[in-house]
Structures are given as structure tokens and as C-alpha cells.
């Protein structure tokens, strides 16, 4: 883009971002010295408010633009990410929302660490969250770099590399001085941009080809140069026997991911009871399922009058698809309605990235002051605050995240965060339901749990055809690639449960049945809850 575009998109940009800024420093002024207020927000957000901040928090630059360009690219087969991360939700609803409010405080290790000797299980789940906090991170750059890349015209790499920088500063600006009220007033302000904007595009769309959805499916069939075939399953995920199991491991990763996301379960403790908890959640499945219908518009919509041809001449992972599409349904380049209209969703899905960024960074930097600094600091050393080092560690998680996300830049968004719920799924999944209906669960099962997941998948991912072994891995160059599936779920998933289970039945650990009682009357009746 260049000249009226580029500046009127910078101003949108600008705009977003002194309102977040303001925001933030509005809500800085406000007492943010105790744990409750920096973690949780002093707890005092509605069902409503939250489920808005949830909805915000989760659709991400994953769902935004990956999604739509997955299915712009692939078509039917993309559709498994708008469906895997809806499904997702029903697990959270009945599996964990109200559980989790009623038994933690700030985070996953809270759960666990309530019937458990806390150190070593904190230690463990504060380093699990940790890492998929960062992988989760790291698609969110990519997309930021990817949007601005398209703004700028493509010009050079120094563009996508100073737009990664500058989101990690934001990020580390809003968690620091804001806190989670903060954060939560920026998510629910990009919720509604998001969502108005979505529905904006949808509509244009529908109207473009007379509200007629089967004509738009046939017209994206025909230009995508596949025929019929791109709406049928395979085209991605179809063929041999190994994309056949990377289907099955995505979908896996995609709905059980969800639960054990860290950003996603502290979104639960903001809210003053575990039944407000539960009514947040059916708040975001119906805001977050709107969305997701309307991404299979967008995408399709992207490939009936953009091209999967020019989608991949924009960027090869199909992340410029929503922004492109913008451009054409308000006239094609060099037209006024073009312009706006591009700027407007670029502008959004610029907010969409920030929100969730800091949203993320505030869980992850939380687990590390929570859990993991609370249990490795020595007895005799002079203690610190616990707000403060959240406050350094999101500078530290901030710095790796920008240096991921400039490595892993060609990559498809969407399918980064799909490793990342792989991770998930795999090392805080398996320990939160067994510590929160197993009886007989232990500490060496839970730290088992953890480790049996998170290693595995992040040792799969690293052998996978994702880093090395491939033309469009992080390093084309080099072959180490001894894993033949891009997502770990499938196997490291079972791992993690197998772990704990393992774990559980070799200790000799008696289980404190008072605990349990304590811990189970709790989550079911919200009893002595904090």
C-alpha cells in the first residue's frame, strides 16, 4: 500500500493505541500494589464484561487472519480450525470454568497445588505455563509483522522486524502499568471492533453475491484451481497416512487445547463467583461462535473475489487474506471505499493483536511471579514484591517472544497457535483434571503429568517437518526432521495422562483425604473460595 493508505491506516493504527494508552494509564493511577488487584482486577468484572474480555482474548490474530487465510487456501480443510476452537468451549464450560474459580487463586498451579506439596507441582505448571504462554505469543508477532508487511507495501524485512518490537513494548507497557483491569478494558474494547468489523465484512460479502452462499462457495471453487475438491476434505489433510494423523492431532490439540490455555483459565478469576464464572462462558461461546461462522464467510469470500493466487503472492502462509478482501469489497486499490475499508480491518486486527498480547503476557509473567519465583526463592533472601517481579518478568517473556516471532515470520498464524494448544492439551490438561477428580492423584503424578506432556511436545514440535526438514520450515536448510507429523498432539497428549497416571500408581505418597474433601466441597460449592 502506499501514499492516502498508508497514512490513513497509520492514523488508525496511531489512534487504537493512544485510546489503549490512555486506558492504561487511567487505570495505573488506581491502587495496583496487591496481588487481587494486579492478577485479577480486585475480581469485580460482570459475567458480561468478562465474557466480552474472554471473547476478546481469544479471538486472536490466529483467528482473524489465519483462520480465513487457511480456508482461502485450502478451503473445507480449513474449516477445522473454526470448528476445533468452538467445540473447545464446551470442554471449558463443563470440565473446568467453575471448577477453577472456586479452587484457584491467579493461576493453574493454584488448582493443583491445593492438595499437593506446592513447591515442586508450582515449579512445574508455572513452566509449562510459561511455555505455551510463549508459543501462544509468538503467533501474534507473526501476524502483527505479516499485517504490516501488507500495509507497507512489502517493502523490506526491517518493516515486520521493527512492528514485532514495537507490539512487544506495548505489550510489556500495558501489563506492566495496567494490570489485568487494564488489560481487561483493552479486550473488551477490541472485542466489539473486532466483532463490528467481522460482521461489517460478512455482510458485504453476502451482499456482493446477493445473499446467495452456495454461489460464493462455487465461485471460490472455481477460482481456487481446485474444482470441487475445495469442498470436499483432503486437499490439506487428505492423501497419504501422515497428513490423515495430522488431522486427527490437530483436531485433538484444537479442542482440548482451550482448557488448559494459562491466559485463558485467569480470565476465570476475575469474576467475584464461580457462577459468574460459568455465565462468562456462555457470554463468549455465543460471541465466539458468531465469529467463527463468519470467518467461513470471510475465507470463502476471500477466495471467490481475491484468489488464493494473489492471497499466496501477499504472503505464502495465506495471513494478508481478510486485509486483501477488505480492499476489493470497498472498490480495489487506489479507491477511496478501498482504502477506508482496508485501513478499518487492518486497524482492527492491529487491536486484536495488541489485546491479546497483553493478555497473554499478563498470564505468563504472573506464573512466573506466582509460581515459579515464590518457590525458588531462598528462605533467607529478602522477599519481593510478587507485583513487581511480574512486572520484570513480562520485560524478559516480551524480549523472547519478539525474538521467536521474527524467526518463525513465514508461518501461517493460525497454525502456530495450534502447536500451542497442542502444548496445552499436553502438559496442563492432563494435570488439571486429574487433581480435580482424581482421588488418589499425588504430587509425583501431577509433576509427572506436567513433564510427560510438555517435553514430549516440545521435543516433537523441535523434530517435527515445522523446524527443520522442509521448504517451509523455520530452518529449510538443515535436516534433523525425525517426526513425520507438523502437530504433536496426537501422541503427546496421551502421553501427559499416561505420565500422571504413572506417576500416581509408583508413589508412595498417601493422598490427604482431608485435602481432597476440602478441595472437592470447594469446586462444587464454591464454599471457602477466594
Excluded at 480449513?78 to 474459580?101: C, D, Q, T
Excluded at 470441487?228 to 482440548?256: C, K, M, N, Q
Excluded at 478499518?344 to 519465583?373: K, M, N, R
Amino acid at each position: 500500500m502506499t501514499g492516502d493508505h498508508q497514512t490513513l491506516a497509520l492514523l488508525l493504527f496511531s489512534t487504537f493505541v493512544a485510546v489503549t494508552l490512555a486506558i492504561t494509564t487511567w487505570v495505573s493511577r488506581k491502587r495496583q500494589g496487591s496481588a487481587e488487584e494486579f492478577y485479577a482486577g480486585g475480581r469485580l468484572f460482570s459475567p458480561m464484561e468478562n465474557g466480552f474480555a474472554i471473547a476478546g482474548d481469544y479471538m486472536s490474530a490466529a483467528s482473524f487472519l489465519g483462520i480465513s487465510g487457511l480456508i482461502a487456501l485450502y478451503g473445507y480443510d480449513g474449516m477445522l480450525y473454526s470448528v476445533g476452537f468452538l467445540v473447545a468451549w464446551l470442554v471449558v464450560l463443563f470440565l473446568v470454568a467453575e471448577l477453577v474459580r472456586n479452587c484457584g487463586r491467579f493461576t493453574l498451579a493454584d488448582v493443583v497445588a491445593a492438595r499437593m506439596r506446592e513447591r515442586p507441582v508450582r515449579i512445574a505448571a508455572g513452566t509449562s505455563s510459561v511455555t505455551v504462554s510463549v508459543m501462544y505469543l509468538v503467533a501474534q508477532m507473526v501476524g502483527a509483522g505479516s499485517l504490516v508487511a501488507l500495509l507497507l507495501g512489502g517493502t523490506t524485512e526491517a518493516a515486520r522486524t521493527w512492528t514485532v518490537i514495537g507490539v512487544g513494548a506495548l505489550m510489556v507497557i500495558y501489563v506492566s502499568l495496567g494490570g489485568m483491569r487494564a488489560t481487561t478494558w483493552i479486550q473488551i474494547v477490541k472485542a466489539v471492533l473486532l466483532l463490528g468489523g467481522t460482521v461489517t465484512l460478512t455482510a458485504l460479502v453476502l451482499v456482493r453475491f446477493h445473499g446467495d452462499f452456495d454461489r460464493l462457495l462455487r465461485t471460490a471453487a472455481e477460482r481456487s484451481g481446485h474444482g470441487e475438491a475445495f469442498l470436499a476434505p483432503g486437499l490439506a489433510y487428505g492423501g497419504d497416512w501422515t497428513s490423515r494423523f495430522d488431522f486427527i492431532s490437530l483436531g485433538l490439540a484444537l479442542v482440548l487445547g482451550t482448557a488448559g490455555l494459562p491466559h485463558i483459565l485467569s480470565r476465570f478469576y476475575t469474576v467475584p463467583t464461580a457462577r459468574a464464572a460459568r455465565r462468562s462462558v456462555v457470554w463468549s461461546i455465543g460471541l465466539i461462535g458468531g465469529f467463527y461462522l463468519m470467518t467461513i464467510v470471510l475465507g470463502f469470500g476471500a477466495a471467490a473475489l481475491v484468489g488464493p493466487g494473489a492471497v499466496r503472492a501477499s504472503n505464502a502462509a495465506g495471513n494478508t487474506a481478510v486485509p486483501l478482501l477488505a480492499l476489493d469489497l470497498g472498490g480495489g486499490a487506489g479507491s477511496t471505499g478501498g482504502t477506508v475499508l482496508f485501513a478499518v480491518v487492518a486497524a482492527v486486527a492491529f487491536a486484536t493483536i495488541l489485546a491479546v498480547v497483553a493478555g497473554i503476557t499478563l498470564a505468563s509473567s504472573a506464573s512466573v511471579a506466582h509460581d515459579l519465583y515464590a518457590s525458588l526463592r531462598r528462605r533467607d533472601a529478602k522477599p519481593r514484591s510478587e507485583v513487581a517481579v511480574a512486572r520484570i518478568a513480562a520485560v524478559g517473556i516480551g524480549a523472547v517472544a519478539i525474538a521467536l516471532g521474527l524467526l518463525a515470520r513465514d508461518l501461517n498464524v493460525a497454525f502456530l497457535v495450534g502447536l500451542a494448544f497442542a502444548v496445552a492439551a499436553s502438559a496442563n490438561l492432563p494435570v488439571l483434571l486429574y487433581s480435580l477428580f482424581w482421588r488418589g492423584f499425588t504430587t509425583r503424578g501431577a509433576v509427572w503429568a506436567v513433564y510427560g506432556g510438555l517435553v514430549p511436545s516440545v521435543v516433537l514440535v523441535l523434530l517435527s517437518p515445522v523446524v527443520s526438514g522442509s521448504p517451509q520450515a523455520l530452518f529449510p536448510g538443515v535436516d534433523f526432521q525425525y517426526f513425520p507429523l507438523q502437530n504433536p498432539g496426537l501422541v503427546s497428549i496421551p502421553l501427559g495422562f499416561v505420565a500422571g497416571w504413572l506417576g500416581t500408581v509408583t508413589s508412595r505418597e498417601v493422598p490427604d483425604e482431608a485435602k481432597h474433601a476440602e478441595t472437592e466441597v470447594r469446586s462444587l460449592t464454591g464454599a471457602g473460595a477466594v
